[in-house]
């Protein structure tokens, strides 16, 4: 039962809608960083989400916007399931992120979107360090319909694909 699997070692990380054998099946990504201790007298300035979108061998139009929330509860990566945490994220958006997918060319090399955009959760940042406990962020498309093959997909840490880094 997909509700009740765990996809903590998958290469990628999907959100949005997916049509498989004419089913359409929701994608959603978990995501938690490890803040760094700071002194009282720093100042939270700017944090913002970056992620490499996954290429498509197809050319991709605009993509869906993503939506970013506060999870509220507690999850672990190797055990978390659709349905241990459905719900348990905070209904208001905290960013917007484009989640237009990069192409792969005749040679092999990922061209990223001109037009990626950087999640800006510089107010959910300090609100882990004030008030507010740590539990990541859940990312899912705005309105959560199939649109088509291109729904946004990601790199996660697992995932072994060479990235230029000089070109996000």
């Known amino acids: 039962n997909a509700i009740n699997s765990n996809k903590g070692a998958e290469e990628i990380l999907k959100v949005g809608v997916e049509r498989i054998d004419g089913v359409d099946v929701k994608h959603r990504t978990l995501l938690k960083f490890d803040l760094p201790d700071i002194g009282t007298g720093d100042e939270i300035i700017s944090a913002n989400l970056a992620l ?3 290429p498509s061998y197809e050319s991709v139009s605009d993509g869906e916007f993503v939506a970013i ?3 509220t ?3 672990n990566e190797n055990g978390v399931t659709w349905s241990s945490i459905d719900g348990k994220y905070d209904a208001l958006i905290e960013a917007l992120y ?3 997918r990069s192409t792969v060319d005749s040679n092999n090399a990922i061209q990223f979107p001109e037009s990626r955009a950087n999640g800006d959760i510089t107010n959910l940042v300090k609100k882990w360090y004030t008030d507010t406990a740590n539990y990541g962020i859940l990312l ?3 309105n959560e ?3 088509g093959d291109n729904f946004p997909v990601f790199f996660s840490k697992n995932n072994t694909y060479p990235v230029d880094s000089d070109n996000p």
């Open 98 to 100: 484009d989640g237009t």
């Open 73 to 75: 509860e507690e999850w």
């Open 140 to 142: 899912k498309t705005v």
């Open 145 to 147: 319909e199939y649109k």
């Open 69 to 71: 929330h506060r999870v």
């Open 52 to 54: 490499y979108s996954y």
